[in-house]
C-alpha cells in the first residue's frame, strides 16, 4: 500500500532549538518525495523535494531508503518557521501525510 | 500570475443541496488535481484531470461527486445533495505536467471551505 506517516500532530520547540519532522512512507517502487508548507493565512506550498537535494530556508530532508524515512530537518528554528508541514509521496498522483503542526516560541 | 483561484472560499450549504466549486489554474497549467482535507485529517486525493478529460477518479466517491474540465472556463468539483460528512476544504493545484512526472510541481489554491447544516 501506498502511504505517508507522519507520526507528530504537533511540535513545540523554543527558537535556536533543532527541529526534526517526521516522515516515513510505505511504496514500493523509487519514491520521489516532497514537503510542502502551509502558513498561518496562506495557501500550501512546496518547501523541497528530495530529487533537488537543496536547502531551502535553512531546512534540509535526507531520502533514508532503508528506514524508507523522509525526515524534515533544520538546525536552528525561527519563529517565522511555526506552519503546517506536510510530508508528500509523488507516484501517479500526490499521497500526503496528516501533517505536523510546528510552533516555535521566542 | 495570479496563481490557482479557488471560488468561493467558504460555501455554506443545506443537508441535500448542491454545492459547486470551482478552480481556475495557473496560466498555461492544464493539469487540474483536486483534494479534501476533512478535519484532523491530511489531504486526500480525489480526482485529477486534463482538459476536457478525467484522468483519474479513484479519490472520488462512488455517488453524488463529479468533476470537469471544460475547454473554456475553470474545472468544477460538483457535489449533489450534500450531507453533514461533505464538511471539508476542498482543495484545487494545477500543474504545467502530468501527474507522477519527475519535478512535477503542484501550485495549490486557497481552497473551499464547504460547511455542510
Known amino acids: 500500500a501506498q502511504r505517508v506517516t507522519q507520526p507528530e500532530k504537533l511540535l513545540s520547540v523554543f527558537k535556536g532549538a533543532p527541529v526534526e519532522l517526521k516522515c516515513n512512507y510505505s511504496?514500493?517502487?523509487?519514491?520521489?518525495l516532497f514537503w510542502y508548507v502551509q502558513y498561518s493565512r496562506q495557501r500550501l506550498q512546496l518547501l523541497l523535494r528530495?530529487?533537488s537535494r537543496e536547502s531551502i530556508k535553512g531546512f534540509t530532508a535526507d531520502l533514508n531508503k532503508g528506514e524508507t524515512s523522509f525526515h524534515l530537518k533544520k538546525p536552528f528554528a525561527q519563529e517565522e518557521d511555526s506552519a503546517m508541514y506536510y510530508c508528500a509521496l509523488n507516484t501517479d498522483k500526490l499521497i500526503f501525510g496528516t501533517g505536523t503542526r510546528l510552533q516555535v516560541f521566542p | 500570475n495570479a496563481g490557482v483561484m479557488q471560488n468561493p472560499r467558504h460555501l455554506v450549504r443545506r443537508r441535500g443541496q448542491e454545492a459547486r466549486l470551482r478552480c481556475s489554474p495557473m496560466?498555461?497549467?492544464?493539469?487540474v488535481y483536486w483534494y479534501r482535507q476533512l478535519p484532523e485529517e491530511g489531504l486526500k486525493f480525489m480526482v485529477y484531470?486534463?482538459?476536457?478529460?478525467?484522468?483519474?477518479e479513484s479519490g472520488m466517491p462512488k455517488e453524488r461527486f463529479s468533476a470537469e474540465f471544460p475547454k473554456e472556463g475553470p474545472s468544477i468539483l460538483r457535489i449533489q445533495q450534500v450531507v453533514r460528512g461533505d464538511s471539508a476544504a476542498y482543495f484545487c493545484a494545477s500543474s504545467p505536467l502530468a501527474s507522477g512526472s519527475s519535478y512535477n510541481e503542484q501550485f495549490f489554491g486557497p481552497g473551499t471551505r464547504l460547511t455542510v447544516l
Open positions: 528530495h530529487i
Open positions: 511504496y514500493s517502487g523509487s519514491p520521489e
Open positions: 484531470l486534463q482538459k476536457e478529460n478525467i484522468i483519474d
Open positions: 496560466k498555461g497549467h492544464s493539469h
